[in-house]
C-alpha cells in the first residue's frame, strides 16, 4: 500500500470513534438497548472497542513482535453475549472504544518501512501481512456504520446522521460479518 493511501486510511480510523460518539449523542437513552439487526447501538460500541483492543492491537503487536505468529479469531457475537454488552453503559464504551483505536493508531504510526511486510496466519482469514490491516479494520467500521445507518432507519428513521453515515459507508459491507 502507498504511503499516502495509508495515511489517508489512518486519518479514516481515526475518525471512527468521534462519528460513533456523535451518533450516539442523538440516540435516546430509551434505544440504545433496542436490537434491530446484529446488534443494538450499545452493543456495536463495545465490540467496536474490544475487538480493537483484543484482535486488532493485539495482531499489530504479535505481528511486530514475532515470527509468523498464528493469530486468533475474536469472536464477537459470542464476546457480546458473554459479556453482556447489552447491559453496560455507552459512554464508557465510546471511551474504551477511543482509547483503544488511539492505541492502535499509535502502533500503526510508529511502524517502519519494512515491518509493513511482516506475515502472521489468522484463523479463518489465512495468511495476512501487516500492511494489510489498515484497510481490513476501515472495512469493519465501514461496515458497523452501515449496521448502525440500518438500525437508526429502523427505531429513528428522521435520525440527521443516516444519510451521512450511507455516504460515509458507501463501498464499504453491509455487514460486520463479512468484513
Known amino acids: 500500500m502507498v504511503d499516502s493511501r495509508r495515511m489517508e486510511i489512518l486519518e479514516m480510523?481515526?475518525?471512527t470513534p468521534a462519528i460513533v460518539a456523535g451518533i450516539a449523542a442523538q440516540v435516546p437513552e430509551s434505544l440504545v438497548r433496542v436490537r434491530s439487526g446484529p446488534f443494538a447501538l450499545v452493543e456495536h460500541v463495545?465490540?467496536?472497542g474490544d475487538l480493537e483492543r483484543e484482535g486488532f492491537c493485539e495482531r499489530i503487536r504479535r505481528l511486530?513482535?514475532?515470527e509468523d505468529p498464528f493469530l486468533p479469531d475474536f469472536d464477537g457475537e459470542r464476546a457480546a453475549r458473554e459479556r453482556e454488552y447489552v447491559k453496560l453503559d455507552l459512554a464508557a464504551g465510546l471511551a474504551a472504544f477511543a482509547?483503544?483505536?488511539k492505541e492502535?493508531?499509535?502502533l500503526f504510526r510508529g511502524i517502519a518501512g519494512d515491518?509493513?511486510?511482516r506475515r502472521g496466519r489468522q484463523e479463518g482469514v489465512?495468511?495476512?501481512a501487516l500492511a494489510?490491516?489498515?484497510r481490513r479494520i476501515l472495512d469493519h467500521d465501514l461496515a458497523h456504520l452501515n449496521e448502525i445507518a440500518d438500525l437508526l432507519a429502523d427505531l429513528m428513521p428522521a435520525h440527521p446522521m443516516i444519510a451521512g453515515l450511507r455516504a460515509l459507508a458507501a463501498g464499504g459491507s453491509r455487514s460486520s460479518r463479512a468484513a
Open 13 to 15: 480510523l481515526e475518525r
Open 46 to 48: 463495545w465490540h467496536l
Open 64 to 66: 511486530l513482535s514475532e
Open 99 to 101: 482509547a483503544a483505536r
Open 104 to 106: 492502535t493508531l499509535r
Open 115 to 117: 515491518q509493513w511486510a
Open 126 to 128: 489465512g495468511p495476512v
Open 132 to 134: 494489510e490491516l489498515p
